[in-house]
């Protein structure tokens, strides 16, 4: 497909002969969209983007990014793409801006070029006051936004972020979402990013896939996938006690399922805004009333847990991944 | 920053500096590792004052020819004695130039470290999501552990020669930059070694193992702080293969002895395809196993 920006089919990675950190994975990513890899620790979501910023290579499968084979083309790959690594890995030492130009030279851009582009982008992450300060005296909000700046002094088609805000307090994190959603809007960059936040998932993402064990489990948009588990709960309640009313609810088209206790009706319906209305309206057309109606949304906690079989809290990971991730935090929270 | 049209002009920059240069970005890396050093003027005091103790404690404290400062041995033999077997009459002057070679060891030991330091921190990984060459990658850690040895023996050189180093009697300037070039070839060679060492070692602990493992061994099998002609054979055989028994030996022709050229050129070409089989050893590796 012409407008897939990453198209990955098969990919494998299995470490030291017997770790099987990828299982045979497919999917594509269409420019301009925000892509999302849902997964526990441990879930194989860093290993993918390794393979797919060329850092690793695949034992199976191949993919491209930006048209390129990220194998037999990195080279190509590496100039058009961007990371966010999931750990924090600009150098201690240096300051921001010190940190920035590396990265341009990484690049070979020329520094008239970087050197502006830097000052752009510092601008751009806020960080303009703080450039000259060394990163270990950055707190981990700082440190993120310094990353992201990184990430982007090549101008990539792709930026790739790994847990953007692993460890971050709410606030943090809603103004890394900005910058995410900002990158996306203005210069329609397309991201590919992985996180084990629901919520994150849900509020960022156009299209979620959810790996587990190596293995996408189920793939598609957060809102499609929340109707997929069997839609929304409405639940209701009529004035009149005893009067039955489930079969008239039942008749109407994109109700599923009804469960009347006491005079409190449990109704699973497919689109929850749609049907309500609907549902009110039939129970008037009878001459009842409507005391009480409350709408509940699946969230993607519901459809981890129906695809994956498990609550997203129950992780684990190999030495290394817990290793870094714990690392992360800590810096996160410095 | 200027949505949409700017980044449109940016791509179009972008696009043109697709490097082919096979060792793109040395610089910026090595430049990188250098600025740890000399931004850190802690780090930069230590590493050149820690040679110039031990230079201080072994060649002053551990003073061999005070055993002939005898009344009982005439002065002349002392000195011939001396002469006969470190080359030179005073084993402070011998001991200086071994110093050098200690600089270089663990000079090189610490780019080792450093490799493994980059992949636990993810700033290797981030690297090699660049368009950096591979090789680079490596260079760089092998260019910076020479240009700090550089500095660091430049520096003990002149200590040495304030607290007394004699120098030989085919002594000119020109030998210093022989013995530049011969710290040069050492220090590529070890260097690369030692990265050769830690290029897939996730663990600081075990390269510290081997680290410690190797250093004493690879400078007590070799001529740095006692020739050879008084080891016992098997030593000896050791000290033959040992690189370090040929950059000594090339030091202390050019510095304080009468220089031999033949034995001279042996030196250069051991330390010369030394350096030259592990770099390359090196820069295949890294093609290789940088990422796995
Ligand atoms: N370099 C490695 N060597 C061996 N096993 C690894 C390596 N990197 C990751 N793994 C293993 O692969 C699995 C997936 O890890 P990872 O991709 O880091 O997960 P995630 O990023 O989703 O938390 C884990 O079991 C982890 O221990
Ligand atoms: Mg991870």
Redesign the pocket.
Known sequence: MRDDIINAVGLTKV??GD?V??DHISFSVREGEIFGFL??????????I?MLITVIKPTEGHATVCGYDIVKQAGEVRNRIGVVP?EYTADEDLTGYENIILCGDLYGIPREVSKKRAAELLELVELTKFKDKKVETYSGGMRRRLELACGLINRPRVLFL??PTLGLDVQTRAAIWDYIRLLKEEFNMTLFM?T?YLEEADALCDRVAI?DN?KIVKMGPPDELKRDLGGDIITLEIQAGDVEVANLIEEIPSVKEVKKQDNTYRIKVEDGEKTAPMIIEAIRNKGYAVTRLSLTKPTLDEVYLEYTGKSMRDEQ?????VWS?RRTIRKARA | MEPKEDHQEGEGVMQNQVSTNPLHGLGALTHRELKKWYKEPIVLFISVVQPVIWMALFGKAMNIGGIFQNPAVPRAVAEELMKSTFGTPDYFSFMAVGMLSFVTVFTSMFSGMSIVWDRRLGFLGKVLSTPVARGAILFSKIFSAVIRSLVQSGIVLLVAFLLGLRLGPSFTPLNLLGVFAVLFLMCMGLSSIFLLIAIRS?RWETQMAVVNLLNLPLLFTSNALFPTSIMPEWLRMISKINPITYGTDAGRQLLLYQTNASQLAVDFTFLGIFAAIFSTIGIFLSWKYLS?
């Open positions: 470490f030291n770790v950190a990828v997964g526990p620790n441990g879930a194989g979501k860093t290993t993918t390794n999931q790994d847990e992985t084990h790996i190596g990971g190999g030495r290394m991944s991730q | 996730t796995k």
